[in-house]
């Protein structure tokens, strides 16, 4: 194992050096909840779009494994997904789909769940692959819900981890169920952990869960939660839903749109890692630090 692990560094290491251009510092965003329902995939979608409306080339790679909807919600039907990269069947760039909202999808499937048992010649080819994504400025990391070995490795690989809840009570309780996952189980935390709150039917609903939260994250584990924003309740969200077609597309001065706006207006106030995002995206999800 750990010789396997020191070969996957040296292939980091000398790819980062003799790579067909060097890495840019694409930002890594990676979005999680504690239970499902919360909005976690209509978060990253109009999260990502809201991106591209700012002239970014944003790619959202859905990680939710085996319960994959990205393309659900944008009603696209993907022919290949993340598993024929695997399998060496597709490259990425084959399999990256583009939609009529600005922004491109990489498709989850259930065989991404093996990414921890690659051989050493699929290891060499995914991270490969995972470098050509490295022109996008932004990589918006839609994971499954709950907490599992890939999603702690998704979060631990962002630079800005995002947990989003609602104000239900089960909600509130497993937001702060998978920060105390992240704080006692990812070592050397260098990612921002943001949290949102979302279907509030005011700006001071949304602050008191967050605070409510945040105060017990640093009380009892020492973790510092920033209170990203909130996401208004809005009728347009659950419409949107079912048209297939983005809220922030369908009706770009709801509350809901104007609120993803103010997130993004947030997020980019805040420094990039001094690592190029996708060198630091594989180094963790590989395990190789």
């Known amino acids: 194992m750990e010789d396997q692990a020191q070969q996957l560094r040296e292939l980091v290491r000398n790819r980062a050096v003799s790579g067909p251009s060097p890495l840019k510092k694409t930002r890594i965003?990676?979005?999680?909840?504690?239970?499902?329902?919360?909005?976690?995939?209509?978060?990253?979608?109009?999260?990502?779009?809201?991106?591209?409306?700012?002239?970014?080339?944003?790619?959202?790679?859905?990680?939710?494994?085996?319960?994959?909807?990205?393309?659900?919600?944008l009603n696209i039907i993907p022919k290949h997904n993340l598993y024929h990269v695997?399998?060496?069947?597709?490259?990425?760039?084959?399999?990256?789909?583009?939609?009529?909202?600005?922004?491109?999808?990489?498709?989850?499937?259930?065989?991404?769940?093996?990414?921890?048992?690659?051989?050493?010649?699929?290891?060499?080819n995914f991270i490969n692959e995972l470098y050509t994504l490295s022109s996008a400025d932004i990589i918006i990391i839609d994971t499954s819900a709950g907490v599992s070995n890939n999603v702690l490795s998704f979060i631990a690989a962002a630079d800005d981890a995002i947990i989003i809840t609602t104000?239900?009570?089960?909600?509130?309780?497993?937001?702060?169920?998978?920060?105390?996952?992240?704080?006692?189980?990812?070592?050397?935390?260098?990612?921002?952990?943001?949290?949102v709150v979302n279907r509030v039917k005011s700006v001071a609903d949304g602050r008191k869960v967050a605070e409510r939260i945040i105060n017990i994250s640093g009380q009892f584990l020492?973790?510092?939660?920033?209170?990203?924003?909130?996401?208004?309740?809005?009728?347009?969200?659950?419409?949107?839903?079912?048209?297939?077609?983005?809220?922030?597309?369908?009706?770009?001065?709801?509350?809901?749109?104007?609120?993803?706006?103010?997130?993004?207006?947030?997020?980019?106030?805040t420094d990039f890692s001094d690592e190029p995002g996708i060198a630091r995206l594989i180094k963790k999800l590989f395990g190789n630090e």
């Open 29 to 73: 965003i990676t979005v999680a909840s504690g239970k499902g329902g919360v909005g976690k995939t209509n978060l990253s979608v109009n999260l990502a779009i809201a991106y591209a409306k700012l002239g970014k080339r944003v790619i959202v790679m859905d990680a939710d494994l085996g319960l994959a909807n990205v393309n659900i919600m």
């Open 86 to 124: 695997i399998r060496r069947q597709k490259t990425m760039r084959e399999i990256l789909l583009d939609t009529d909202y600005g922004i491109q999808i990489l498709a989850g499937a259930s065989g991404f769940s093996k990414i921890a048992n690659l051989t050493d010649e699929e290891r060499h």
């Open 167 to 195: 104000p239900e009570p089960t909600a509130i309780t497993d937001a702060y169920g998978i920060i105390k996952i992240i704080a006692t189980e990812v070592e050397n935390i260098n990612f921002s952990l943001k949290l």
């Open 222 to 269: 020492n973790i510092k939660v920033e209170y990203l924003g909130c996401i208004y309740e809005d009728a347009t969200v659950s419409t949107s839903v079912l048209r297939q077609k983005p809220f922030i597309v369908a009706d770009p001065k709801s509350k809901a749109a104007v609120s993803v706006q103010h997130l993004v207006s947030k997020i980019e106030k």
